[in-house]
């Protein structure tokens, strides 16, 4: 099926989020749509996709001119989407997920599970997508919920899928298995729109590749394209791909972690026994695939989960048994994996968020009165130093793109003096102009002599920050690197391999 747009405009009130685009996908074809956040990828699919009624323009399917009154009109005619943030009911199981919405049914309507049940196998099995079909979605990982979702496309007849930000929240084994299934669905003739804004992924997978910037298409460029080229496109200005810094200049220990072990509420031991020092004027790194433990050892840090052994001390005070508000408090900022979920308020407005853990301060509190002049001016101020791109500082968080709603985490977390700041994840989901910004004020904190303690399962940024990296595997930190250490070997100690040899692997 080819796909044609032609002048798509869409306004919301005086704000123009898309500004007159023309695309062609032609059949079989992996067409990668490449932005930075809010340049108005989400959008132009979410009109692809019915979810949007567009201002101006047109959208023909095989030279026919269609308009979709909602995602059943678009799944009707052919076009299948898997959002950023998976639309699956999580107690369910996946039978019943992919055939929500066109149920099958036998005798007084009972529902026919067992019909669901081999159409998912026959599914999986002619795309290679293998899933259980009784597994409970919560019980899955979250790669597998993605098959799940692409499988609910493909159980419709899609024969245009796209996918909007797909890799945003997967390992990068899970990136390679997805890559993988693009490539499979390609080859038995499904056209795939593959919204991104990483550039290693687009050069990879695509066939074309579109840039959007602030609503308009710029250009179209082939994979073999340069990453740099690619990146000036999309931000409009050149790019370090790479950050610049200087030689660490370390201090004395700051966080120390003694013997520290957390139990899940499931009763499994999830961290084992871990030690480690963050050091003033420092990045350390912690790498590892994703479920081995960095997720509990961060919250324990933070006070969201209280170690079940183990000694967590801030300049040689033992803080434990503090929680979320007493260690913000003692200066820790937090950064957090989950933004949706441990970053901000969805419903608050982006200057609320602003001050989430600030609000108490004599700055912008007296008493109990807030003081709205100082928390507006500090919204203005960190709206414009971080290049958040929202209508207004009155804009709810949770309307933004994920890459803003990112902005405004770290925008908060680099607004008060630290002693020590934990990112975890810090630039997921977010575009190469932004990671730039980001990296660049991560190392300057580190600069100031804060103790930076960075979790990543992007190698790239691993090696880009880390001045010394710890390797996570089965919750534990089974060595400490220099990040001169070649990726085949980083590669090994995440996938458990035992260390050794003289080339600056420390035992840990």
């Given amino acids: 099926m ?20 023309d695309l062609v996908v032609e059949p079989g074809e992996i067409h990668c749509l490449l932005g930075e956040n809010g340049a108005g990828k989400s959008t132009l699919m979410n009109m692809l996709y019915g979810l949007l009624t567009p201002t101006e323009g047109e959208i023909l399917l095989d030279g026919e001119p269609v308009t979709f009154d909602g995602p059943g009109d678009a799944l009707a005619a052919g076009i299948g989407m898997v959002h950023q943030h998976f639309m699956l009911v999580p107690v369910f199981t996946v039978a019943e997920n992919v055939m929500l919405g066109h149920e099958q049914t036998r005798g007084a309507g ?3 599970r067992r019909a669901a049940r081999k159409q998912v196998r026959e599914l999986s099995d002619r795309y290679r997508l293998h899933v259980d079909p009784d597994a409970l979605v919560e019980d899955i990982p979250v790669g597998v919920q993605q098959r799940v979702e692409i499988l609910k496309a493909l159980a419709s007849h899609a024969k245009i899928l796209i996918l909007d930000e797909p890799t945003a929240v997967l390992t990068p084994q899970e990136i390679e298995e997805l890559m993988g299934i693009m490539r ?8 795939i729109i593959f919204i991104t804004h990483k550039l290693r992924e687009v050069k990879e997978i695509g066939d074309k590749i579109s840039v959007i910037r602030r609503g308009k298409v710029v250009g179209t460029a082939p994979p073999s394209a340069s990453e740099n080229e690619l990146a000036e496109m999309m931000v409009g200005r050149d790019v370090q791909l790479v950050v610049g810094k200087e030689a ?25 026994d871990v030690s480690f ?5 420092e990045v350390l790194g912690i790498a590892g695939v994703q479920g081995n433990g960095q997720t509990e050892l961060i919250k324990s840090l933070l006070g969201l989960v209280k170690p079940d052994a183990g000694r967590i001390s801030l300049n040689g005070k033992d803080i434990s048994r503090h929680g979320p508000r007493q260690s913000l408090e003692e200066g820790i900022g937090y950064i957090p994996e989950d933004r949706s979920h441990d970053g901000y308020v969805g419903t608050f407005s982006v200057r609320e968020n602003l001050v989430l853990d600030l609000y108490r301060t004599d700055e912008f509190s007296s008493g109990p009165a807030l003081k709205l002049d100082k928390i507006a001016a500090n919204a203005k101020a960190r709206i414009e130093e971080f290049d958040i791109r929202t209508e207004s500082a009155d804009t709810p968080v949770a309307s933004l793109s994920g890459g803003n709603q990112q902005k405004v985490v770290v925008a908060r977390e680099f607004s008060r003096p630290l002693k020590v700041l934990i990112a975890s994840q810090p630039t997921r989901g977010v575009d190469v102009g932004s990671i730039e910004f980001i990296h660049k004020r991560i190392i300057a904190e580190r600069d100031r002599g804060t103790a930076v303690v960075i979790v990543s399962t992007e190698l790239e940024e691993i090696y880009a920050l880390s001045d010394r990296i710890a390797v996570m595997y089965d919750g534990r930190i089974v060595a400490t690197v220099s990040p001169e250490t070649p990726r085949e070997q980083l590669g090994l100690l995440m996938a458990g391999a035992v260390p050794g040899g003289p080339d600056g692997t420390e035992v840990a």
């Fill in 2 to 21: 080819r796909l044609e747009i032609k002048g798509l405009t869409k306004r919301f009130g005086s704000f123009t989020a898309n500004d007159s685009i």
């Fill in 184 to 191: 499979e669905l390609k080859a038995q003739g499904t056209s």
């Fill in 277 to 281: 020092e963050a050091r003033a004027g």
């Fill in 248 to 272: 660490a200049n370390v201090g004395e220990p700051v966080l120390k972690a003694e013997g520290i072990s957390v139990v899940d509420p499931r009763g499994h031991l999830v961290v084992k």
């Fill in 110 to 112: 009972v529902l026919n």
